[in-house]
């Protein structure tokens, strides 16, 4: 997805750096290479997140001030993680108003949080007792490198609509489920991931239509070569296609996000129609009902 070269994007909500200390908790869209082998196996993440021990911040600032038009967007990832949080604000003021916005974290090296230390193994993530979004741009290598994915642009752009999705479900109460019940094919964790995915999809079948503070529309319409890089981002942190490269066999009982196709299923959901509030997941029969 193209944004338009002359879009304004300065006030996008995205900064380097981070701060503060606390209680560790899971992540968003998947703890990446160790912690994702944990998480997945039943173990707990947060021992990889650091556990609120206050730990020295390796944390490298992002500098992101000469980030301010789309052609920066299109041109650097860390440019086109603010112009997308601008174009997803954008968005949710508009679908869930009663959601106040958040903002991305960009960080290099390791990161000081509310929900407890995180380093670069970790992949991108929410927290919910700051409201922010984590994310160390290096995983989009690791995600096209290790895990699959096309790397094309929107699908770094779907793993940060996936993590706002988790802000939206922290105002909705959805994100509680997650915590709840933990894992298994049919889980709360399952059922609030599946639900970010099509948030995600949601947004991006209206990104077309987000504007920058100047009234002007962000982002060119998305094409099918878009589509498909989201989808191959969504596939490629499905629980079975994780445990397939991590441990060789597909355990589904040890499920956190849910398998490619429902991740996949439920992405298109949201993209094909449009509206978030076909994002039924937590009321679904079945996370197949997609």
Known sequence: MTFRENANIGSGRARGGGGGGGLAVGGGIGALLLALVVLLLGGDPGAILGGGQQTES?????DLAQCQTGADANARVDCRMKATMLSLEDYWAETYPKAKPTEAILFSGAVSTQCGQATSQVGPFYCP????????????DQLEGQLGADGGNFSQMYVLAHEYGHHIQNYTGA????QQDPKGPESGAVRVELQADCFAGAWAGNAATTKDPDGNTLLEPLTEEDVNSAISAASAVGDDSIQEKMQGQVTPHNWTHG???????????GYKTGDANQCNTLQAASVDDF
Do not use: C, H, P
Request: proline share 0%; hydrophobic share 40%; aromatic share 16%.
């Open 58 to 62: 390796q944390a490298e600032n992002v």
């Open 129 to 140: 007792l700051d409201q922010k979004i984590y994310l160390d741009t290096s995983f989009f």
């Open 175 to 178: 994100l509680q489920s997650s």
């Open 259 to 269: 398998s490619a196709e429902q991740r996949v299923g439920w992405f298109m959901k």
